[in-house]
């Protein structure tokens, strides 16, 4: 088991709104990719970073769009969609997506619509 399934969102979630906004997006940008991937509207994400869920946690509470086999590329060197493990696949999903967004890639590219 991977050490990042024990840490809790709230955690890392200001690094991903740094990442964001030093490339001139916002965060609430972040929580569009975020709400878009997990499902979880502006109220559920603040209470699951208010309680310090973990990612563990936080993706099994997740309803995961349908659409994320459609984000493909790499993390750190990694193939997104060659990553074995269910749960760390879908932390990097939504590493891609930040990515993404602090390269700026358009909104509608990034949620694949």
Same mark, same amino acid.
């Given at each position: 088991?991977?050490?990042i399934f024990t840490v809790s969102v709230a955690s890392v979630y200001?690094?991903? @709104?740094?990442? +964001?906004?030093r490339k001139g997006r916002t965060e609430s940008e972040v929580?569009? @990719?975020f709400e878009w991937l997990t499902g979880f509207d502006d109220a559920q994400l603040s209470k699951h970073l208010a309680d310090g869920t973990t990612f563990e946690d936080f993706f +099994?509470? +997740?309803t995961l769009n349908p659409h994320v086999d459609q984000i493909t590329g790499s993390v750190c060197? @990694?193939?997104v969609q060659e990553v074995e493990d269910p749960l760390m696949r879908q932390i990097r999903y939504l590493d891609k997506l930040v990515d993404e967004l602090a390269k700026g890639r358009p909104m509608a590219k990034i949620l694949r619509s």
């Open positions: 088991m991977s050490r200001p690094h991903y @709104v740094t990442k +964001a906004e929580r569009e @990719v +099994a509470a +997740a060197g @990694v193939k």
